[in-house]
């Protein structure tokens, strides 16, 4: 019997529509790992990441067969033990678009309207305009990633009248964004952005690709956001274009270290918001990821067919 292992807790109604899919398969589902350990090394299919995954099922005579991941980055995942395994890996990507880019705005409106000086003003019980003046309306973004979260946030920022400048990998073109460039052309939008959003997945290829070079083509009252991931950035260059004033400031879900530690400039900054890496956070997560990602695949896959959502290109890392 095929064995399919849920490491997270999901709705009976979903339980009752994977079992409708798969009559036929065991399936253990529950997010404490005493109702999945001793599973993992039988399972076919198994959904959400977990590192015991890497230990019992990532080799030659693995039974594994596909990994739904719970996140939309797979980069903390053993990519080419998996490929070597033949194991199909789908990704999360696309559950996010709807509160990340909420908080993408939350970040960038608190920045221009100064509501992270005003709250620590509430806290003081202090009255002080704090030289607040800026808008965001008819001001130019650039958005570094544009996948379903880059999507999202275009569609925002035209309803703030904004100019909306697209960088990605193909430099394909894009409904809402009015010019699209690819990364090699980077540099050419940076000085253009009052506003600078990175929505990238790790790889290779963007590690440490923003630092100091990337921060002096910025405006000097351009504000830098960053929901992809620390590693994309080098911190230690953010950390000195922020004291010099190379930037105006910050809105900051991830870091290169996590959780970002205590002696952290980043948590002193009076330019910088700082969230706990929760930007993705909803209610309706676990809906997403099971109704629109794994539920289409999992019909596919019972009947031989192409996994036809989100599946990783090893090569590229997403």
């Known amino acids: 019997m095929s064995k399919l292992v849920i490491t997270q807790d999901i709705e009976q109604e979903h339980l009752n529509q994977i079992e409708s899919i798969i009559p036929n398969w065991e399936i253990v589902a529950g997010q404490d790992s005493s109702v999945w350990l001793e599973h993992l090394k039988d399972a076919e299919v198994i959904v959400g990441w977990k590192k015991e995954i890497a ?3 990532i080799h030659s005579e693995s039974k594994l067969r596909w990994l739904q991941s719970w996140s939309a980055g797979v980069n903390n995942m053993p990519l080419d033990e998996m490929e070597k ?5 789908t990704s999360a990507n696309g559950v996010h ?3 990340i880019s909420e908080t993408i705005f939350a970040l960038m409106l608190g920045l221009t309207r100064k509501i992270h000086s005003y709250v620590r003003n509430q806290q003081e019980k202090k009255w002080h305009h704090s030289n607040m003046k800026l808008e965001i309306h008819e001001k130019t973004i650039g958005i570094v990633g544009v996948g379903h979260i880059g999507k999202e946030t275009a569609k925002i920022a035209k309803a703030f009248g904004m100019t909306v400048l697209g960088v990605r990998h193909s430099g394909r073109d894009e409904e809402f964004v009015d010019e699209m460039y690819t990364t090699d052309q980077l540099s050419e939008v940076l000085h253009r952005c009052d506003y600078v959003v990175l929505t990238l997945p790790l790889t290779e290829e963007t590690r440490h690709l923003f630092g100091a070079n990337e921060f002096r083509r910025m405006k000097s009252s351009a504000f830098f956001i960053n929901i992809g991931r620390g590693e994309i950035v080098v911190e230690e260059e953010l950390i000195e274009a922020l004291q010099s004033g190379e930037i105006a400031g910050a809105g900051l879900d991830v870091f290169t270290k ?4 205590e002696d952290s400039p980043l948590w002193d900054f009076e330019n910088v918001i700082v969230t706990p890496h929760t930007s993705g956070s909803t209610e ?3 809906k997403r990821v099971i109704e629109d990602i794994f539920i289409p695949n999992l019909k596919s896959y019972a009947q031989g067919g192409v996994l036809p959502i989100n ?3 090893y090569k590229k890392g997403y």
């Open 284 to 286: 309706h997560y676990a």
């Open 258 to 261: 996590e959780p970002l530690p």
């Open 97 to 99: 678009a709807y509160p």
């Open 311 to 313: 599946v990783v290109d």
């Open 85 to 89: 395994s033949n194991i199909l890996l």
């Open 55 to 57: 230990e019992q099922c």
